[in-house]
């Protein structure tokens, strides 16, 4: 660099190079000092939560409407073999249940129902079923002495039985698993029943 401007250069030399005096110009400055500041309100506003809606707030919120988006589609269901058989073959709603399995389930049960310490819900071997209803029922109330916990007090029923719908779908992928079988070989679910024809009026 040359010394045109002498006046703009620094005593700091390094091998035989002078460092020139070039600020950084006071636009930058002032964004670098908007931002920053911008920061200081973002992270209140949204991460504490003092004065709007913190992240984990709306994502609950979000949950939570997506819950009721899901239970609404459901309608009045009840934990009958004709629901459960119903549930069970039906993508959209199985893909809400596995949410659920997701959310409740996969410390005992792994990612894929194939089991770690509680046992694999993809075979045909099964401890405390003996049919397809009694899926909720010990999602419900537990079992093995509250090895497997009650779930009534803290899921509605609606998710329930989404939540065993998706379980008996499981059934017959044999993924294998880090536990032998465990339980006896039940009858296979029922068939679901076909769906009735759509009514057609006479031309006349």
């Known amino acids: 660099m040359s010394d045109t401007n002498p006046e703009k250069l620094t005593d700091h030399e390094y091998d035989g190079i002078r460092e020139y005096d070039n600020p950084t110009p006071g636009w930058w400055n002032w964004c670098f000092a908007a931002s920053f500041f911008f920061a200081i309100a973002y992270w209140t506003m949204f991460h504490i939560g003092i004065v709007g809606v913190s992240v984990a707030q709306a994502y609950d919120e979000a949950l939570g409407e997506d819950a009721r988006l899901q239970f609404a589609a459901l309608g009045d269901v ?3 073999e004709p629901t459960l058989l119903r549930l069970s073959n039906d993508k959209a709603l199985l893909a809400a ?15 894929q129902g194939n089991g770690l310490v509680g046992p694999n819900l993809t075979d045909d071997y099964y401890k405390n079923i003996k049919v397809i209803t009694d899926l909720p029922k010990v999602i419900s109330d537990g079992a093995a002495n509250g090895a497997m916990p009650a779930w009534k007090t803290r899921l509605p ?48």
Not at 101 to 111: P, R, S
Not at 163 to 186: D, F, K, M, T
């Open 157 to 204: 029923e609606p998710e329930i039985i989404l939540l065993a719908s998706y379980v008996a779908s499981l059934r017959g992928q044999n993924v294998p698993g880090p536990r032998p079988p465990e339980g006896v070989v039940i009858p296979a679910w029922p068939k679901l029943p076909p769906a009735p024809a759509p009514a057609t009026s006479e031309k006349r």
């Open 78 to 80: 009840k934990p009958d």
């Open 97 to 111: 249940g596995q949410k659920s399995f997701a959310t409740y389930c996969v410390a005992c049960h792994a990612a």
